[in-house]
């Protein structure tokens, strides 16, 4: 759903400058150790490509989503932490230069990294 948002999102100048602002925010609260404030923001950074696109829906269901349990909040965050910036940052990069392909592969990239050092992780701790 994410992907789609990518391709749906109206790219403005505003938008451009949000996201931005988001991945430096990211970047601070990680050199600073803030966790909770880290994952609020990489929330934040996904929300707003999601309501650039117009569609309520859309935005009400990846919200659902995005309130997954707090074990799996903290865990997703000590196993990508480090790397949201880099992959935020190749988003916004992709949606500067108007590469929706490109744009979408990064943000397919970014959540299948997430999604694949959650699962390792969660076998080897069974």
Excluded: W
């Amino acid at each position: 759903m994410e992907v789609y948002s990518i391709e749906t999102a109206n790219v403005t100048p505003k938008l451009l400058n949000e996201l931005s602002a988001s991945i430096n925010r990211t970047k601070k609260f990680l050199k600073d150790g803030n966790k909770l404030e880290h994952i609020e923001e990489d929330m934040r950074f996904h929300a707003m490509i999601t309501a650039a696109t117009g569609n309520e829906e859309l935005c009400r269901v990846l919200e659902i989503f995005s309130k997954r349990p707090c074990s799996a909040v903290r865990k997703s965050y000590e196993l990508s932490a480090a790397t949201a910036p880099v992959a935020h940052m190749k988003i916004y990069q992709a949606l500067k230069k108007d590469t929706r392909r490109e744009a979408r592969l990064a943000m397919r990239d970014h959540i299948v990294f997430v999604r694949e050092r959650l699962l390792a992780s969660l076998k080897a701790s069974s």
